[in-house]
């Protein structure tokens, strides 16, 4: 607060206070004749030393405010209410009590009042007395008759005319401790996999041109190859149906276009898969479509079962998909016996191809999950599916069952025989999970116009180099188109 003579001629003022100070009844009345605000005129007085008996407000004045001052009370509600009470006979309207107390109106405003006024009568009494050395002597006797006197309530309601704030004012949080890193449990032993299906590698042959046209999405196997690098996976699963082999089916009638394409798709898909080898150990599992090659050996060439070369007799059999493909020449595990090509990961986890197909979305995952009880990551229906139900073990604790297909790598355009318009998605998931335990991770990623995001990279996929690779392929040539 700045010095209240800054600005102000007050041995000026301080005169002219002294001439109209007998008529006044308070300072504050004094400093509405001087034009002073109330607060600034008492905080000079007591800054310059004034006070009321040298400014000539008399002792009769002091008296009354003496005796008015018994008779107020004040009472606050919080910072921004407050009430003043009076009772007695000298002050009978709110501007007198405002007055009396010394409100700053500047700061305070009346919400109501009331004012109450009655008569009480009391017999007078003169008091004669005089004290001497401590005894008192005189007289006291009363007049005789009565007088009626007029009492007065002033009762006022104030409240700020800016209220102040009733809580702390709100302030940012100001987060001053480092975070804790996150609590990592030592020797837990947890594998990153990828898992992917569904390929159908094959192809279909123009027979005016001899391009072969493929079954299986470059671009869609270009991507899953990307996230694998990019996550640095620790081993890479494949849910089947790596195949297509429309020729060995007698489910339905085989145009000519795809007659002689098996060759190129045992190629291309052996390439495809050492990719995938040299980057982690990989596993395929068997599917319903590899399953036509046995069934049609034992249907229409039993002479041929399990038939082995001389010199391979620790290889699988001549006519099977895994010699087929060499898949012991790239270090691939084949998982058969489909459809009961189960592979635990864990104690709540399991890979399979899968034999259930629904055709609305999303019925496959949910007839998995309600007849399982672990998770299941299947093949089969091409559809990118998750449904999540709830199982409790033996000691009642809930624990989450799922069904989750994550998609297929083969074309979605009704090129792969038997579909004419599939409501398929290329997709894959990269799966984290406990070994010897129970828990895991999976995250699914669905492919769109061929990109897909990782981490915060937009991957894009490309078959160049692809095509380059697989047309290179010793003594085998042949012109593809997407």
């Known amino acids: ?20 100070a007998p008529t006044c009844a308070s ?16 905080d000079a007085m007591r800054r310059l030393k004034v006070t009321r008996v040298s400014l000539g407000l008399g002792i009769e004045l002091q008296r009354l405010d003496e005796e008015a001052g018994r008779n107020v009370t004040t009472a606050t509600e919080g910072q921004n209410r407050m009430t003043i009470s009076y009772k007695g006979p000298r002050i009978v309207n709110p501007e007198q009590l405002l007055e009396f107390c010394e409100i700053d109106t500047t700061v305070w405003e009346v919400d109501h009042f009331v004012v109450n006024k009655w008569e009480v009568g009391a017999k007078p009494v003169m008091r004669d007395l005089k004290w001497h050395r401590g005894e008192m002597s005189g007289v006291v006797q009363s007049s005789g008759g009565l007088v009626v006197e007029p009492l007065f309530q002033v009762k006022l309601w104030m409240k700020r005319i800016e209220p ?11 987060v001053t401790t480092p975070i804790t890193p996150p609590t990592v449990l030592k020797g837990a032993d947890v594998r990153r996999a990828m898992v992917w299906g569904d390929p159908h590698f094959g192809f279909k042959r123009n027979i005016r041109t001899g391009v072969l046209q493929p079954f299986h999405s470059r671009a869609a196997l270009d991507l899953i190859l990307q996230l694998a690098v990019a996550a640095e996976v620790d081993e890479v699963h494949v849910l089947g149906d790596l195949l297509d082999l429309p020729e060995w089916s007698d489910k339905f009638l085989t145009s000519p276009e795809m007659y002689e394409c098996l060759q190129p798709a045992l190629l291309e898909c052996h390439w495809w898969l050492a990719q995938f080898a040299q980057l982690a150990p990989t596993s395929v599992h068997q599917g319903n479509h590899e399953l ?3 069934n049609a050996i034992l249907r229409h060439l039993r002479a041929a079962y399990e038939i082995r070369a001389a010199d391979e007799m620790e290889l699988p059999p001549a006519l099977s998909v895994q010699r087929l493909l060499a898949l012991h020449q790239i270090g691939v595990e084949w998982i058969g016996d489909y459809p009961a090509d189960f592979q635990d990961l864990n104690s709540k986890l399991r890979l399979l191809h899968g034999k259930t197909h629904r055709s609305a ?11 399982s009880d672990v998770t299941q990551v299947f093949g089969h229906v091409h559809r990118v599916e998750w449904v999540t139900v709830s199982r409790r073990d033996e000691r009642g604790v809930v624990y989450p069952v799922v069904g989750f297909s994550p998609g297929c790598a083969c074309y979605l355009d009704g090129r792969v025989p038997g579909q004419k318009r599939p409501n398929w998605q290329n997709g894959c998931a990269i799966i984290e999970y ?5 828990l895991f991770t999976i995250a699914p990623f669905v492919f769109t116009d061929d990109h897909v995001i990782f981490q915060g990279d937009l991957l ?12 290179q392929t010793p003594n085998w040539t042949w012109a593809t188109e997407k």
């Open 1 to 20: 607060m700045s010095k209240p003579t800054r600005g102000r001629d007050w041995p000026l003022i301080l005169k002219q206070a002294e001439q109209l």
């Open 27 to 42: 300072v504050a009345a004094l400093s509405r004749l001087l034009e002073l605000p109330p607060s600034t005129l008492k």
């Open 164 to 174: 102040l704030a009733q809580f702390p004012t709100i302030q940012p949080i100001n």
């Open 292 to 294: 036509r090659l046995d």
């Open 361 to 371: 979305p999303g019925a496959t995952a949910q007839a998995v999950a309600k007849e």
């Open 434 to 438: 406990e070994v010897g335990g129970t």
């Open 460 to 471: 894009c996929a490309g078959d160049d180099e692809v095509l380059h690779a697989v047309e």
